[in-house]
């Protein structure tokens, strides 16, 4: 009983963050680029990058398998992905879980991830994945220029697709005014 009181209060805490995390949306007109050498690993140990996903608005989602919010995302990112992947976007997972490659395995599987997912524990790329909360999300352009973030889960699917739409719009106004 003591025990699920505890589980209760953690999961209505998660929810809290989660619902609460989306107020902070930002998407900046002049951000930096992350560089074509910020590799990760997945995990049949492939080295990847960004630079992969050339000529498409990436969000990269960096998550942890203990995170509850981050759990209760995937639903709404796989929709996402097989919603817009053709439409040249694409969402990678980027786990943060230190030297816990089969539980990523494990969340993959029960989560049915639609979307390419990297390991970022001690990989280059973790140094522009060092964030204060999880889960967060780095939109990034087709140059892979950084053009905004979001800090905490999309609590439903029209507001991923609103995040969606908010940073191609930052972008078509960007192509517009050079």
Known sequence: MRYTKFAVVWLMAGMLVCLSGFEMPSFADDSPRIPDDATARTLDGKTVSIADHRGKLVFLNIWKTDCIACL?????LNRVQKEYASANFTIVGLAMDKKKDE??????????????????????????????A???????GPNGELIGYIEGAFPTYEHAVDAIK???????KKESSK
């Open 103 to 132: 539980r990523v395995a494990q969340v993959m599987k029960v989560g049915n991830i639609a979307y390419p997912v990297w390991l970022g524990d001690g990989q280059p790329i973790a140094k522009y994945a060092d964030v204060w």
């Open 166 to 172: 908010r940073a191609r719009e930052l972008l078509e």
């Open 72 to 76: 209760h995302e995937i639903p709404i």
């Open 134 to 140: 999880y889960p967060f999300l780095l939109a990034i």
